[in-house]
């Protein structure tokens, strides 16, 4: 018993530590677009992609928008603030893909977004002013 609450509390604080990480990359990345240092922000975002989502990239080849949510909640046993920062993350790697000429990359990525979007809202109940801007940016 001991052993699995130590477990738990150490999966915890992983996770917590990988969110502040994603956080500050984030953070980095935005400044970057808002600087329109567009190649900086791509670079950033494929590593930060590579580093925390990694093997995540090669699983949810052939998932479906529509499934994706479940998928990372159910399957790979996402917490919602990490689904929160992945959403993020794809949002800003659409934003700069639609910026270097993109459109149909950066067509599939917002919409992936949208329903990943969806679907946290769906699930969690909870508003998030952060996701609802996203929203509104896509939709605009």
Not at 68 to 88: G, P, S, T
Not at 98 to 126: C, P, Q, S
Request: hydrophobic fraction near 35%; glycine fraction near 2%.
């Amino acid at each position: 018993m001991r052993k699995e609450l130590l477990k738990l509390i150490n999966r915890k604080d992983y996770i917590i530590k990988m969110i502040e990480q994603l956080i500050n990359a984030l953070k980095r990345i935005t400044g970057l677009i808002e600087n329109n240092q567009l190649d900086e922000a791509l670079s950033i975002i494929k590593e930060t992609e590579n580093e925390y989502f990694k093997s995540l990239n090669e699983e949810l080849e052939g998932i479906r928008d529509e499934e994706l949510y479940e998928y990372l909640k159910n399957d790979l046993n996402f917490q919602n603030d990490q689904i929160y920062q992945y959403i993020h993350l794809l949002f800003l790697k659409a934003t700069v893909t639609n910026r270097v000429g993109d459109t149909t990359n950066a067509t599939i990525l917002f919409n992936k977004v949208e329903n990943l979007i969806n679907h946290y809202f769906e699930e969690t109940k909870v508003f998030s002013p952060e996701l609802n801007k996203i929203l509104n940016k896509i939709n605009n």
